[in-house]
């Protein structure tokens, strides 16, 4: 299984912060990343796809990048509403795999 | 526009056998077009994908539980179902039915709202 390591497990920023998560994955995976957005008590939501695509609709604040084995997801400028934990997931083999998640709160 | 609702017992007995139903709406499971995902979620954890089933293809379960999971679909209800038999503590979780919008299997875009599953005597 190719394992997802997300870092880091939390993180506290203050609103207008530029705010940084990575996530390393234990074998080369081209670009096939997504990133969620999961906020207390709901689902995940799709925010980026194949690393850097922004999903319709999601604010362009957040952004993605890398390949291969190091990705970055960015919240260029951190809202009140972006308090939330932040998933990577890589869908390049099977099983599909996620990172151990970042708790993004306010300081 | 997809939508996804998990229904099933919110406390299960160990060494019981666990059935979740994933009833969609806006879409028809028969049609071949998506891929139908069971992800769930250890208390305060990460998520964990448990595989997925299409309406009349070959699952796939992730190995750490392939002994103990089966997936069914019902095309008449278009529900799609998970079975996960001798159950124990480290099975409670939310369970999340899920699928991809552009007909993969990568991508969950489409999420039910989750079930919290306790196992306990």
């Known amino acids: 299984d190719i394992q997802m390591t997300q870092s880091p497990s939390s993180l506290s920023a203050s609103v207008g912060d530029r705010v940084t998560i990575t996530c390393q994955a234990s074998q080369d995976i081209s670009n096939y990343l997504n990133w969620y957005q999961q906020k207390p008590g709901k689902a995940p939501k799709l925010l980026i796809y194949?690393?850097?695509n922004l999903e319709t609709g999601v604010p362009s604040r957040f952004s993605g990048s890398g390949s291969g084995t190091d990705f970055t997801f960015t919240i260029s400028s951190l809202q009140p509403e972006d308090i939330a934990t932040y998933h990577c997931?890589?869908?390049?083999?099977?099983?599909?795999?996620f990172g151990g998640g970042t708790k993004v709160e306010i300081k | 526009q997809v939508q996804l609702q998990e229904s099933g017992p919110g406390l299960v007995k160990p060494s019981q056998t666990l059935s979740l139903t994933c009833t969609v709406s806006g879409a028809s499971i028969s049609s071949g077009n998506y891929y139908w995902s069971w992800i769930r979620q250890h208390p305060g954890k990460g998520l964990e994908w448990i595989g997925y089933i299409y309406y009349n293809g070959r699952p796939y379960f992730i190995p750490s539980l392939k002994s103990r999971v089966t997936f069914s679909v019902d095309t008449s209800k278009n529900q799609f179902s998970l079975r996960l038999s001798s159950v124990t503590a480290a099975d409670t979780a939310i369970y999340y039915c899920a699928t991809d919008k552009s007909g993969s299997f990568a991508n969950f875009d489409y999420w039910g709202q989750g079930i919290q599953v306790i196992v306990s005597s």
């Open positions: 194949g690393a850097s």
């Open positions: 997931q890589q869908h390049d083999d099977l099983p599909l795999t």
